[in-house]
């Protein structure tokens, strides 16, 4: 039997790619949201330790579990509207039902017989915890089969491939910024005033806005998307083509199967992008904190001042994220021919990695320099770092969002540009390479407390061993990491078969 499919045909035009790209701004936009807001959110809930760590799994679990199974399933898919699209479609109706659960929590659980006297609120609590899980179930969903898509519609074009995965990336900056730009404006509710209810105050009413405004973006670009670009439906006449990836095994017997036929070069691709991301994580998750703690001197549980240094302190750091996202934004769509300067996307790869090894090793002198600028005003003047400091900071920030324009989009790029070359299914590949992010940040997530406890506490130690990580990552891409089959780019640009 023969398969069809729309991903080996010749590339199609730019514009489909954009069109397909613009749901990751949809897709950041509630991931924004929550890092700008959800915390407090779940404070006024009243979730307990127990809980939080049960919220905090749901991330690397749903990774782990689902982008595998839907790459799989995308890659078998037969529905006339094609492989990918039925995917994107439902995964964006589940962001958007899960986001209504987080938003509306407080309401339901009211309703469901929660006391606005008692500062736990069980039944709001399970709601929030239950759209919690389904948004990043469905994130995964969306994310997986986007990015097998931008594949399918680059053909076998490893030039188109990283241009694609670069557009993809360029849009989740732009849905940072519009998410950190939403959730930083206090009265968005006042253009929605019903948000405003008896169990749900002006800062439930807020972040319920801009959860609806984010239902609306997305379901927007995704509906534009998935109806202006079309998709070449898998065909079959009675049996699977191996060729194509098909097999009569079971699900997992084809995972297994998937990683014991994986080439050298994937192989390496999962090590060097597990370490990259043990290097990324730690900062990605305490950033603003470090901001808060560390730069400007606060505390979370101190006196009102040192708690309002530690608030100015991640203010600060949301300012250094949205800085941070126009840089990713900007360098996104300037991949490609930088490099073509230095050599192929591999050594682009390494070089910013020590890029961000620099970076995170730069936190611990800008923390010493706070620190001695404290120590020289004396415990008993709490006031913020001067402004020179402020500033190194924040150009931490804006330096990171290089290398990781290159981390949203090079892996994934190579994971599709190794899978054509080895003839396998888009969808399966993206998956697996998702492991190689979701188990690193299960183990920042279980070493980075005990490590910096060991080291007196604070989140230096954990920045150090990313910058440690960093570095051992850029050797590899650069010396270890091969090179695709195809379409050489030298620095004059000239596109030579054979080699890359």
């Not at 990918?84 to 039902?97: E, K, S, T």
């Not at 990043?136 to 986007?146: E, H, I, K, R, T």
């Not at 670009?229 to 009569?248: A, F, H, I, R, Y």
Request: hydrophobic content about 50%; overall charge positive.
């Amino acid at each position: 039997m023969t398969m069809e499919t729309g991903g080996n045909g010749p590339p199609k035009p730019i514009w489909n790619i954009v069109m397909v790209s613009a749901i990751a701004a949809g897709i950041q936009f509630g991931w924004a949201l929550q890092l700008s807001l959800l915390t407090p959110y779940v404070q006024t809930l009243g979730v307990p330790h127990v809980w939080a760590a049960f919220i905090w799994l749901c991330g690397p679990i749903s990774g782990l579990l689902v982008q595998p199974i839907v790459g799989y399933f995308s890659d078998h898919c037969t529905s006339r509207i094609g492989r990918r699209r039925p995917f994107i479609a439902a995964g964006a109706c589940l962001v958007a039902m899960a986001v209504f659960f987080i938003g509306f929590a407080k309401d339901i659980g009211h309703r469901a017989g929660d006391s606005l006297d008692n500062p736990t609120k069980p039944r709001a609590v399970a709601v929030f915890v239950t759209g919690f899980w389904i948004l990043d179930v469905a994130n995964n969903m969306l994310q997986g089969p986007c990015r097998a898509f931008l594949a399918d519609l680059s053909g076998n074009d490893h030039k188109r491939m990283r241009i694609a995965n670069g557009w993809f990336s360029f849009f989740m900056a732009i849905g940072n910024v519009l998410g950190y730009a939403a959730g930083s404006y206090s009265n968005l509710y006042k253009l929605l005033p019903f948000t405003t209810t008896t169990a749900c105050d002006v800062y439930c009413a807020n972040l319920k806005t801009c959860f609806i405004i984010d239902i609306v973006f997305l379901l927007s670009v995704t509906t534009t998307a998935i109806t202006t670009v079309k998709e070449t439906p898998l065909k079959s006449n009675g049996s699977l083509d191996e060729g194509e990836g098909g097999s009569s095994e079971p699900f997992i017997g084809e995972i297994v199967t998937a990683f014991k036929t994986l080439k050298k070069p994937m192989w390496i691709l999962l090590l060097v992008t597990c370490l990259n991301w043990i290097a990324w994580f730690p900062f990605l998750l305490y950033d603003t904190d470090w901001m808060g703690v560390e730069v400007f001197g606060g505390k979370v549980k101190g006196s009102s001042s040192e708690q309002k240094l530690y608030d100015d302190g991640v203010r600060a750091g949301a300012l250094g994220l949205m800085i941070n996202s126009i840089v990713l934004a900007v360098t996104s769509l300037g991949l490609e021919p930088v490099s073509r300067f230095v050599g192929g996307v591999k050594n682009l790869w390494g070089v910013v990695n020590f890029i961000l090894a620099a970076g995170l090793a730069g936190t611990v002198w800008i923390t010493k320099v706070a620190e001695a600028w404290r120590a020289k005003q004396g415990p008993q003047i709490l006031t913020s770092p001067p402004s020179n400091v402020k500033s190194f900071a924040l150009a931490v920030f804006g330096l990171l969002g290089i290398p990781l324009s290159v981390t949203f989009s090079i892996p994934f790029a190579l994971a599709s540009t190794y899978c054509a070359d080895a003839g396998g299914g888009q969808g399966l590949s993206l998956g697996v390479l998702n492991l190689s992010i979701v188990i690193p940040q299960m183990f920042v997530s279980v070493i980075s407390g005990p490590l910096d406890a060991a080291f007196g506490g604070g989140n230096l130690p954990a920045f150090v061993l990313g910058s440690i990580v960093a570095a051992i990552s850029a050797l590899l891409a650069i010396f270890a990491l091969p090179n695709p089959k195809n379409h050489l780019f030298l620095n004059s640009g000239t596109v030579v078969g054979g080699g890359h």
